[in-house]
């Protein structure tokens, strides 16, 4: 019995190490110069088109569409609000959806700037209405909004944990 139970913890042990290594080595950093200046961590990817104001974005073989956007911050929106009223109605406008807004609280960063989490969850259309919850953090800071935006429709909390890993500099 014992022997069994080695013989499955050493099994279990190296299914772990195949299945973790990848994901290891193949994280990846973005840096943005600023103002202001910032980084966020991902599993890495083929880098995709960008839209006005986004200064990156990139696609994961792992159903992650992750875009960063900096701009200036919109009049008359509070960072709490933001999501809601200045996200949602492009992501409606540019997807042809409908977005039901979910979570939108306060965090702080590991760097412990003061941020707001906030997920949508909407249908995508030309894919046969494939469930999606976008995932985002949201910052004001020196003037500007900065936005870590996931879009999965696989691998949740891996995408909550790319957003939430923007670090300022």
């Known amino acids: 019995m014992r022997k069994n139970l080695v013989c499955l913890g050493l099994i279990l042990a190296l299914t772990l190490g ?8 193949s994280a990846a950093e973005y840096s ?8 966020i961590t991902y599993p890495g990817g083929d880098e995709k088109e960008k839209t ?19 701009g200036p ?4 929106i509070e960072l709490k609000d933001y ?11 540019s997807q042809g959806a409908k977005a039901k807004m979910g979570d939108n609280k306060e965090i702080t960063l590991s760097d412990g700037t003061k941020a707001y989490y906030s997920e949508m969850n909407w249908n995508h ?20 909004y900065v936005n870590i935006a996931d879009h ?10 790319i957003v939430k890993s923007l670090k300022f500099k």
């Open 125 to 144: 259309a030309p894919s046969g209405g494939t469930p999606i919850t976008t995932m985002m953090v949201t910052v004001y800071k020196d003037g500007k």
């Open 18 to 25: 195949i299945v973790m290594v990848p994901v290891l080595v």
């Open 73 to 76: 911050i919109p009049a008359g």
């Open 83 to 93: 999501a809601e009223k200045a996200y949602k109605p492009g992501l409606e406008s």
């Open 32 to 39: 943005f110069a600023g103002p202001p200046a910032f980084s």
């Open 52 to 70: 006005a104001d986004m200064v990156w974005a990139v696609i994961t073989g792992a159903g992650l569409h992750i875009e960063v956007s900096v």
């Open 152 to 161: 999965p429709w696989d691998n949740y909390g891996v995408a909550e944990k």
